[in-house]
């Protein structure tokens, strides 16, 4: 009932301009735009020879007139459209002739001068001709005419093809024309990116959560954005402009592609074959016959693909409506949302199904109500799936809330044992953490630890400002130590001078741990190098005096130290530290062993060499002075 009341709404405004008889267009100052659809009069030609008309023919042909947009629906007929114009503009001028309508077939442009009494062909248009022909880039039909001063002129248009023959018309000018454009450019990038935000907005989520009404969301909107990318003339424009045969040809492939994933998408979302057993099979042959259809696309004449792909959208919508009510009035909550947008989309569907049949004039906003509707719809489909996803969510919760109430039933009952368990399980946590972060044989710190330690320890002195030191210690000779009394006696002196090392450690406050095999290392924070120094050296006395038992016999043990230290500004110097204490390290060996070096950078070498020389410019002072 209510689509009746719409479209006879809709039929009694559409028929207003009929009252009125064609009349001739006043071209006058100041000029800017002015539709030509109630001054278009028309005749059919029914034999496709009659390629031009005389001008004699104009007079004597039986021309007729609506009062509207001339729209003949999907007509066989070739079609003459004649607009008189009486030009009382001040200057001769250049006017932009746009036809709104970029699906046209063939369309032949002349102008008529009356005072000549010439026929003169403009251009020949149509989305059966290559686009690049076009004098104008633009997906409607756009040419320029010129008027001049004083003079009768007529606009003859020759129109034919398989596509539903609707011809409105604007005489623009050009000022006009490109502050109109402009405008629109704006409206229909809004339009494209909402659809096309709907589009991957959802597929992310598809992604995320393999829900199949994503995925059948995403390709329905998909073939939706093509097919109204294609009807409005863009894919002819910047996709395919010399693929003609194809130009027609997907339109009716997308037209049935939306009723294709639209039913599933209904039927996946709304759950029909759990909800209407009985309806599923309804869908299921939507899902067929829409196949069908784009099967039999590029196989049969364009204007029985298009009507049988029509009838089924209105079918599908029809459906679609329908479920979603029915469903709606079951308490399905995302039902609400799904029925809401599907009528944004129904109404948009009759209106373009009623405008291509000729029920409706052809205006603004017949043309473009299926791309408003396309567009709430997608958004109130959106917003269906968020409140699928918000109920799902919703039962969920109810679920985990029904086992937990059960769980805390069962765990009153086993709370002790629970936190026995909670008990050892830290425990043997700790101990692991324990155990990963300390060598197996010393106690000490192990590689890893030292590792975390000194990126905890590097932040703490950047924010502080602080300093940092390493020192790198290594047992003297330790391998021949090994070779000549043992591995388990190298175990044991080890695990002797870890002991030492950690007593040293923890008098001055340090890190002290295990890099592997003989090397061992120090961590000070907020010292001065002779400060490092001195706990170094005292590393190295306290070994050096210790008395390490083997047999009944003492073994000498010494260990040599290097020592580095810097202000770190960035995480990437803690390679270097490293490097420079090992630097140290080595230079303590090649010193003799049993000692400890600091590491000394270029500027403190100069320095040292600078306080040598001046203590030999003393030395000599002095003897000179004694003599």
């Known amino acids: ?36 659809d109630g001054h278009v009069s028309f005749i059919s030609v029914s034999n496709p020879s009659v390629e031009r008309l005389t001008y004699s023919q104009l007079s004597n042909l039986a021309w007729q007139s609506d009062g509207g947009a001339f729209n003949q629906g999907y007509s066989k007929d070739i079609w003459w459209l004649k607009v008189d114009i009486n030009s009382q503009v001040t200057n001769t001028g250049v006017y932009l002739l746009e036809i709104s309508y970029p699906v046209l077939d063939f369309l032949d442009v002349y102008q008529v001068d009356h005072q000549t009494q010439s026929i003169t062909l403009i251009e020949e248009l149509g989305d059966k001709r290559p686009y690049l022909d076009r004098q104008i880039n633009t997906t409607n039909f756009l040419l320029p005419l010129q008027f001049d001063k004083g003079k009768d002129y007529s606009i003859l248009l020759r129109v034919h093809g398989s596509s539903s023959l609707q011809v409105p018309m604007t005489l623009w000018h050009p000022v006009s024309y490109h502050e109109y454009n402009q405008s629109l450019s704006i409206a229909n990038g809004v339009i494209w990116g909402a659809l096309l935000i709907m589009v991957f907005y959802n597929l992310v989520i598809f992604t995320r959560t393999r829900d199949k009404s994503y995925l059948y969301y995403v390709l329905y909107v998909s073939s939706m954005v093509v097919f109204l990318f294609s009807l409005k003339g863009y894919s002819f424009q910047y996709i395919w402009p010399e693929q003609t045969f194809w130009n027609d040809r997907i339109i009716v492939i997308c037209l049935s592609g939306i009723v294709l994933f639209a039913a599933l998408f209904t039927q996946t979302f709304l759950q029909i074959k759990e909800r209407m057993p009985r309806f599923y099979y309804v869908i299921v042959a939507i899902y067929i016959a829409s196949i069908v259809s784009i099967i039999i696309a590029p196989l049969v004449e364009f204007r029985t693909s298009v009507i049988y792909a029509i009838s089924l959208s209105i079918v599908g919508c029809s459906c679609g409506l329908f479920t979603g009510t029915y469903l709606w009035r079951k308490n399905v909550k995302a039902a609400k949302y799904y029925t809401i947008s599907w009528w944004a989309m129904l109404c948009g569907g009759i209106v373009l199904a009623l405008n291509k049949w000729q029920i409706i004039p052809v205006n603004m906003l017949t043309e473009n109500f299926i791309l408003i509707g396309s567009v709430f719809e997608a958004f109130l489909l959106s917003f269906a799936l968020s409140e699928k996803y918000n109920e799902e969510k919703q039962l969920r919760l109810e679920a985990e809330h029904a086992y937990a109430v059960a769980q805390e039933n069962i765990n009153a009952q086993l709370n002790v044992k629970v936190k026995e368990r909670t008990l050892q399980l830290e425990t043997a946590l700790q101990k692991l953490k324990l155990i990963s ?118 073994l000498k043990v010494t260990i040599s130290a290097g020592v580095s230290l810097m202000y770190p500004r960035s995480m990437d110097e803690i390679p ?21 070096e600091v590491f000394k950078s270029a500027d403190d070498s100069a320095q040292h060499t600078q306080s040598m020389s001046a203590l030999s410019l003393n030395d000599i002072n002095s003897n000179l002075a004694r003599s």
Do not use: W
Request: charge should be negative.
């Open 437 to 554: 972060e300390t060598d197996a044989l010393t106690g000490l710190n192990n590689r890893r630890c030292i590792d975390d330690l000194m990126v905890q320890k590097f932040e703490h002195c950047m924010a502080a400002k602080t300093n940092i030191a390493i020192v790198m210690l290594d047992i003297d000779f330790f391998k021949s130590f090994n070779d000549k009394y043992g591995h388990q006696t190298g175990d044991d002196c080890l695990i002797h001078v870890s002991g030492l090392l950690k007593q040293v450690a923890d008098e001055n406050e340090c890190i002290s741990g295990r890099l592997g095999g003989e090397e061992f290392t120090l961590i000070v924070e907020d010292s001065d190098k002779h400060t490092c120094r001195d706990i170094s050296q005292q590393v190295v006395d306290i070994i050096e005096q210790s008395k390490f038992m083997f047999e009944d016999k003492i």
């Open 1 to 36: 009932m209510r689509i009746k009341l719409f479209a006879s709404i809709i039929l009694i405004f559409g028929l207003i301009p009929s009252l009125f008889a064609s009349e001739k267009l006043n071209l006058a100052d100041p000029y800017t735009s002015a539709s030509l």
């Open 576 to 596: 270097l530290i490293f490097s420079q204490a090992d630097q140290a390290l080595y230079q303590a060996k090649n010193n003799g062993r049993n000692r400890v």
